[in-house]
């Protein structure tokens, strides 16, 4: 049977503490070898994506922005499906809200309440290079957001609630995740997104098998999505919490991409 492997990159494939992957990259070549579908599912923008998309030389689709938006290779399918627009040499099938939208709802939730809130587009590069712990360039691709903004809430905790009901009320989605908040479409996130993925690669190869790789509460959406769901352990040596947790759902003794290799090695080239 066709194995797909749907992976979240920060914390997952990706080591949190230095962004390194050196240790997964003899799975990977074995995955190539294998002809396994190698699908990036991550909060990370286009740029980022295309960036470690050539690191890894990896070719296949990829999810943005958390569910934004899907990326699909011109001819990977051998059919016709509809999409959203044309971009590059994609097609790109669009889940999540403008970006513009997004920011216009902080810029009014800001207004309304006075609340302390600076997004990723009222910072320069070097800003978010010092804030997130990145280099300049990795900064200037985290910056290139189209579905989804990233926000600083500079306010006390007991302030959250007012925040959640306010971009509610404004029709969108919002989530807490380390650091930054962040505001996204209603209907964006990464469950949708591998399940319309899921669907085109059943219509071109039959029987497909889907293996989900996360490490945090962003990929809950995915990891119900898929057929093996598995987490690896975090920097902090715990795991996820996930509730109800699925009944066949892998826990990876490894941290971050150790554990990504032991996912790999236990479902696809055992
Ligand atoms: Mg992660």
Known sequence: MKIVLFTDLDGTLLSLSDYSYDVALPALAELKKRKVPVVFCTAKTLAENEYYRAKLGIEDPFIVENGGAIFIPRNYFSFEFPYSNEQGHYYVIEFGARYD???????????????????????????????????????????????????????????EPILFDKVQDKGFNITHGGRYYNIHGINADKGKAVKRLTELFRREYGAVMTI??????????????????????????????????PENLYKAEGVGPAGWVEVVEKFIIS
């Open 101 to 159: 939208e997004l920011r216009a709802a902080l810029d009014a939730i800001r207004s309304e309440t006075g609340f302390k809130i600076t997004g990723f587009g009222d910072m320069t590069v070097k800003e978010v290079a010092e804030d997130a712990n990145l280099s300049l360039d990795q900064a200037r691709r985290a910056k290139e957001k189209v579905y989804n903004e990233s926000f600083i809430f500079d306010e006390p905790e007991d302030k």
């Open 212 to 245: 989900g790789i996360g490490d945090s509460k962003n990929d809950i959406p995915m990891l119900k999505a898929v057929d093996q769901p598995a987490i690896v352990k975090r920097l902090d040596g715990t795991w996820l919490d996930i509730y109800p947790e």
